[in-house]
């Protein structure tokens, strides 16, 4: 039957299987680092060494003397039995721990160890598996290919519970941290997107995978919940498809923001949207970035923001920023007053220091320009590439959108500005801040 018995899927409301196209799911196969402890046999001499606890033997140089062994040696033994919480320690003599005895009598204890496990990552339904034999290296051309803004987050994986749940489970071990090395190798699993309209040319679709021969609802939901969202900038290759994917996903709003070929040239976003497209800028911009923000701190411009920064100039990226809630006239005043004394807790202050310290990094660096609006400024703007503006109330390096909280949390607040593509408009607003 295959894909056949869900041609009827939307029959009651109207609808008929009218097209199909292929889908390819980028999953991004992560290397994670992981200590582990696992249980592991007793050596003869770990084996050795409780006996002679067991029969009160129990200082270090009693088991060292009945051992014949050099002291140092012993000592290492002891250690190791310890750290595998097997024995403990109190003043000169060794005793089993609680758990110590139950060990000894399984003859195994636990050893700490370093190990590299591979992990496939579904880069739009964020979901885990450790092993997937049926994803394909390459995307054939002339096919819809699904493509996430971004790339897995490195938090994300190193402390997602599931994943780490998932690998004590598979490798019977028990691990202690996770860190990740790789995350750019990608690979595809195949998806049939089924296409259903109705008379009023309405569009509906659902996801078949063939491998496990049932829909992917949960696919589905998550893509849709991107594009709403915008945080899918690619959607098709194949440009027969273009329109029936743009009335697929777009039926309330009309065309998609960001798909290619779209005819918007302005587009609301809201705090993760605004985070992540300036993050995107800092890394792919081509020609310039020209950002003003009232104020500066060390939470956002933290060492990966700085990171990205060198990563633009190196690309050779102009970078400019403006910053400075006050006039430079106060500001001034204000760093008389705290010559003797400053007070970190003022924003103003801390912008200061902030921009003093890229000016510091970058000295020297004609791609770089750091500088205050000497009449104070409220406005939050970001520029690039002389052809899109943002425009809105986000304060672009002193707030994350509430990212570090997961967009919620008492920190959450509403931001909101508008993205706008005119050349002319990017010009402008750079001139009237004395940068051509």
């Given at each position: 039957?295959?894909?056949?018995?869900?041609?009827?899927?939307?029959e009651e409301?109207g609808?008929?299987?009218?097209?199909?196209?292929?889908?390819?799911?980028?999953?991004?196969l992560?290397?994670?680092k992981?200590?582990?402890?696992?249980?592991?046999?007793m050596?003869?001499?770990?084996?050795t060494v409780?006996?002679c606890?067991?029969?009160?033997i129990d200082?270090?140089?009693d088991?060292s003397f009945?051992l014949s062994?050099d002291?140092?040696?012993?000592e290492?033994?002891?250690?190791g039995l310890?750290m595998?919480?097997i024995?403990?320690?109190t003043?000169?003599?060794?005793?089993?721990t609680?758990?110590?005895?139950?060990?000894?009598?399984?003859?195994s204890?636990?050893?700490?160890m370093?190990?590299?496990?591979?992990v496939y990552?579904?880069?739009?339904?964020?979901?885990?598996?450790?092993?997937?034999?049926?994803?394909?290296?390459?995307?054939p051309e002339?096919?819809?290919?699904l493509?996430?803004?971004k790339?897995?987050?490195?938090?994300?994986?190193?402390?997602?519970?599931q994943?780490?749940?998932?690998?004590?489970?598979?490798?019977?071990?028990h691990i202690i941290?996770?860190?990740?090395?790789d995350y750019?190798?990608i690979?595809y699993?195949?998806?049939?997107?089924?296409f259903?309209e109705?008379?009023q040319?309405?569009?509906?679709?659902?996801?078949?995978?063939?491998?496990?021969?049932?829909?992917?609802t949960m696919?589905g939901?998550?893509?849709?919940?991107?594009f709403?969202?915008?945080e899918?900038?690619?959607?098709?290759?194949?440009e027969k498809?273009?329109?029936?994917?743009?009335s697929?996903f777009?039926r309330?709003n009309?065309?998609?923001?960001y798909?290619?070929?779209?005819q918007q040239q302005?587009h609301?976003?809201?705090n993760?949207?605004?985070r992540?497209?300036l993050?995107?800028?800092?890394d792919e911009?081509?020609?310039e970035i020209f950002?003003?923000?009232?104020?500066?701190n060390?939470?956002v411009?933290n060492?990966?923001f700085?990171?990205?920064i060198r990563?633009a100039?190196s690309?050779g990226?102009m970078?400019?920023i403006?910053?400075?809630?006050?006039?430079?006239?106060?500001m001034?005043?204000?760093?008389?007053e705290?010559?003797?004394?400053?007070?970190?807790?003022?924003?103003?202050?801390r912008?200061?220091a902030?921009a003093?310290?890229?000016?510091?990094?970058?000295?020297?660096?004609?791609?770089v320009?750091?500088?205050?609006?000497k009449?104070g400024?409220?406005?939050?703007i970001?520029?690039?590439?002389?052809k899109y503006?943002l425009?809105g109330?986000?304060?672009?390096?002193s707030?994350?959108?509430?990212?570090q909280?997961?967009?919620?949390?008492?920190q959450?607040?509403y931001?909101?500005a508008?993205?706008i593509?005119d050349?002319s408009?990017a010009?402008?607003?750079?001139?009237?801040?004395g940068i051509?």
């Open positions: 039957m295959g894909r056949q018995r869900y041609e009827g899927l939307y409301e609808y008929q299987l009218c097209t199909s196209a292929g889908g390819y799911v980028p999953w991004f992560c290397t994670l992981c200590r582990c402890e696992r249980e592991q046999p050596s003869e001499l770990d084996k409780c006996k606890i067991l029969g009160g200082t270090l140089e088991i009945v062994l002291k140092e040696i012993t290492g033994e002891m250690y310890s595998a919480g024995l403990a320690q003043g000169k003599k060794f005793v089993f609680e758990k110590g005895r139950d060990f000894f009598h399984r003859k204890k636990k050893e700490a370093v190990d590299e496990y591979p990552f579904n880069g739009i339904t964020g979901k885990w598996h450790i092993h997937k034999p049926e994803l394909k290296a390459e995307v002339g096919v819809i290919r493509v996430p803004v790339t897995v987050a490195k938090p994300d994986i190193e402390n997602h519970a994943a780490r749940q998932a690998l004590e489970e598979e490798y019977g071990t941290s996770v860190q990740l090395l750019k190798t690979a699993q195949e998806e049939e997107i089924l259903y109705n008379g040319k309405q569009v509906l679709f659902a996801f078949y995978d063939s491998v496990s021969d049932q829909l992917d696919l939901e998550a893509l849709l919940k991107k709403r969202r915008r899918v900038l690619e959607l098709m290759q194949a498809h273009l329109e029936i994917v743009q697929c777009a309330e009309g065309l998609l923001p798909c290619q070929g779209g302005h609301y976003l809201q993760r949207e605004i992540e497209l993050l995107k800028v800092m911009a081509e020609k950002i003003i923000s009232p104020w500066m060390r939470r411009v060492d990966d700085i990171a990205k990563g100039v690309r990226v970078v400019t403006g910053y400075g809630y006050i006039s430079e006239v106060e001034g005043q204000r760093c008389k705290y010559q003797d004394a400053p007070n970190k807790g003022d924003r103003e202050w912008s200061l902030m003093k310290k890229l000016q510091q990094i970058f000295s020297g660096c004609s791609f320009k750091i500088f205050y609006v009449e400024t409220h406005e939050k970001l520029s690039y590439d002389g503006t425009i109330s986000y304060n672009l390096l707030y994350d959108g509430g990212e909280n997961n967009y919620t949390g008492i959450f607040r931001e909101g508008i993205l593509e050349a408009l010009r402008e607003v750079k001139e009237r801040f051509l």
